[in-house]
Every structure is written in structure tokens, then in C-alpha cells.
């Protein structure tokens, strides 16, 4: 039995949530392993309704859970930054009490292939409150930036596995080996990954990578990355994709050990999008992204195959349906998240437990 613990939290969370939630409750009802717990209250509207962004309760239907499935975290109509200052804080907290140490998103670029971005995210430049200094105005802030070899590695063997799924498309590690000591055991871990596993990762830099990510045609179909590095190259190639609603993150623990807490956070990797809060305009693909890597994630679901079936629903409709606003030029004729979602929850209308 696989619990997932629901966390929509701010602005267009909890309607990007609507189908993969409608589709889940179906397997449930269906006989499924899987059992949906919440709404839990996170982020700026679960400060709202409690008084913090991380409340106990919602920590301990993540004690409860395997997994969990959030919408954003973010701002929030009606709520001001002054009044809820970093509502991200919750998700940072998250990963580190679940210690979810590395972030696989993927990025579903129409027309073309995946593309996999793997990277460190709780240790590196996301290191917790112990690495970093505030400053007061007069005495320096600092950020330390510390990669254990072990953790370096880890991500790398996450990359393999992916790499293994894309054979004979370019694999890229991404680094800053001229400057950063970090950079340089980086390095040295994606030469003796590649000796090790056959999979051949071309280092890149990042300030390269970052130039190829825009203007190379074929992009390449893993990307191995210290944290921040990840989190900017992964918009460049959300905006390659077209928009930031194509990508599906998740963010789990390697050491995949159910039974004790989540092991791994699934989210569409775009922003609250306070200003569209209600419209139900907003495309859901991240969020079915989500779902999928999901139902792949959880043994007891990936042993029904519906990862499989989820991302074929999804991918049959995104390139038959009318684009969402977000992906159509002027004048052509959209579709909404609700339209969206009822043509993939048809598609998947056989798919049963
Ligand atoms: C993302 C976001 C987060 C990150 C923030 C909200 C902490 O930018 O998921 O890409 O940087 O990891
Ligand atoms: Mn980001």
C-alpha cells in the first residue's frame, strides 16, 4: 500500500492537482495500493490557516505517507510577502527532514525527447542553516558551498539510470572545474562514473552549458549537476520546452526506504502563478508529469505499469488537443486545465487496477 500525503499549497497548486488527483482517487476507489491522505496545510495558505508554512500536522502526515504530491509553494492571492516573507522555507525544510538529498526533474519538450536533469539538493550550495552566515549590515554573509564525495556519487549513479533509458543521446556533466574545488570533485567523479558504467558524460561548464542549452538543436538527455547549476539550467530548458508548466520534479531519497516517512516529493516544477489563481487556464502537464515518475517511484505501483500508461494518456493528448495559453500563439485556439484534464482522464478511462 503506497499513501500518498497531498500538499497543493499556494496560488494554482491545488488546480494543477485537479486531474492526477481525480485519476488517483480512481485507483484508490478501484482497489488500488494506494491510499490519498489530506489536504495537508503547507506554504503561504497553510501559514494562512495556521500560523506557519510547515505546521506539525502536515509533518506528521508526512511521517505517515510514502510520498508526497504538492502542487507550488509560493506566494498566494491576498497574502502579502510582508505578512508570510518566505513560504519556500517549507519546501527547503521538507527535503531535509526527509533528507529528499537529490532532485530528478524532466522536462517534456513537444515534438522532441526528455530531457532528465539530475542534481544534489539538499547538501552543495542548498546546504541547510548550519552553512551560512547572515549578514548584519556590517559583517560578511556567507554561503559554504561542501560536497562529501559519497553524496557526489550517489547522484551520478540516480544519472546513470536515466542515461541507460536514452541510449545514444548525449549525457552531460555540468561543472565549474576552473574555479570551484567542488567543481573539480565533480569532475573527477563523472570520469570514473563514466569508466565505471560505460555511460559517456562530456563535461561541460556551466556558463557553456548554458549558451549550448539555448542555441544547440539537439539537446542532450541527462544533465548531471551540483544544485544551483540544476535549478537554473532547468528553466532554460523549461523555456526551450516552451514553457515552465513541462516539467515534472521529483525529489526523493536514493536510499528508497519505505516505511519510515516519505521517501520522495513529486511537484510540477513551476511557480504558484498567484496572479492566475482561479482561471483554471493553467497547464497541467507538470503536474501529470509528476504523477507519472510517481507511479514509477512506488513499488507497488510501478509493479501495475501505470507510470507507463499516465505519461501515454499525457503525451497523446498534448499533441492532439489545442495548446493551453501558455503555449499557443495569438489567436489560435486554446484549451483549459479542466477541458485538458478530462481528455486525459478519457484516454485513461481503461486503466484500471
Ligand atoms: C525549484 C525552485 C526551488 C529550488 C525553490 C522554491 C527553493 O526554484 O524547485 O526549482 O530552487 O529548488
Ligand atoms: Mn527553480
Redesign the pocket.
Known amino acids: 500500500m503506497t499513501t500518498i500525503a497531498l500538499l497543493p499549497g499556494d496560488g494554482i497548486g491545488a488546480e494543477i492537482l485537479d486531474g492526477p488527483v481525480a485519476f488517483l482517487r480512481r485507483l484508490e476507489a478501484d482497489g488500488a495500493p494506494v491510499r490519498l491522505t489530506g489536504p495537508w496545510p503547507y506554504g503561504t495558505t497553510g501559514w494562512a490557516e495556521t500560523g506557519s508554512t510547515l505546521p506539525s500536522q502536515t509533518v506528521q502526515a508526512c511521517r505517515a505517507a510514502d510520498v508526497i504530491l504538492s502542487g507550488a ?2 506566494s498566494h492571492p491576498g497574502i502579502t510577502a510582508d505578512q508570510c516573507p518566505n513560504p ?1 522555507a517549507a ?2 525544510e521538507l527535503r531535509h527532514l526527509f533528507d529528499l538529498r537529490i ?1 530528478v526533474r524532466t522536462v517534456r519538450l513537444p515534438g522532441d525527447e526528455d530531457v532528465i536533469i539530475v542534481r544534489n ?1 539538499t547538501g552543495g550550495a ?1 546546504a541547510g542553516p548550519d552553512r551560512r552566515i547572515e549578514s548584519d549590515g556590517v559583517r560578511a554573509a556567507e554561503d559554504r558551498l561542501v560536497l562529501d564525495p559519497v553524496r557526489v556519487q550517489e547522484v551520478f549513479d540516480i544519472a546513470v539510470e536515466h542515461a541507460r533509458a536514452y541510449p545514444g543521446r548525449r549525457v552531460i556533466s555540468v561543472d565549474k572545474a576552473s574555479v570551484f574545488a567542488t567543481s573539480r570533485l565533480w569532475r573527477r567523479t563523472a570520469h570514473a562514473t563514466a569508466a565505471a558504467s560505460g555511460v559517456p558524460f562530456v563535461d561541460v561548464n556551466v556558463d557553456r552549458a548554458a549558451y549550448e542549452l539555448v542555441k544547440y538543436e539537439q539537446l542532450p538527455s541527462v544533465i548531471v549537476t551540483e ?1 544551483l547549476f540544476g ?1 537554473i539550467l ?2 532554460i530548458v523549461c523555456a526551450r520546452a516552451g514553457s515552465p508548466a513541462l516539467c515534472g ?1 521529483a525529489t526523493i531519497n536514493p536510499d528508497r526506504s519505505f516505511g519510515h516517512g516519505v521517501t520522495a516529493l513529486f511537484e510540477p ?1 513551476h511557480g504558484s502563478s498567484p496572479h492566475r489563481t482561479g482561471s483554471r487556464r493553467s497547464n497541467p502537464t507538470g503536474a501529470w508529469l509528476a504523477v507519472a515518475d510517481l507511479l514509477a517511484w512506488c513499488p507497488d505501483l510501478a509493479a501495475l505499469d501505470l507510470h507507463h500508461r499516465v505519461r501515454a494518456a499525457l503525451d497523446q493528448v498534448v499533441d492532439t488537443a489545442p495548446p493551453t495559453y501558455d503555449l499557443a500563439a495569438a489567436d489560435e485556439p486554446t484549451i483549459d486545465l479542466d477541458a485538458f484534464n478530462q481528455r486525459i482522464l478519457d484516454a485513461l478511462a481503461a486503466v484500471t487496477a
Do not use: N, Q, R
Open positions: 509553494v509560493g519556500e519546501l527547503i532532485s539538493i542548498y544544485g535549478d532547468s528553466d520534479s516544477a
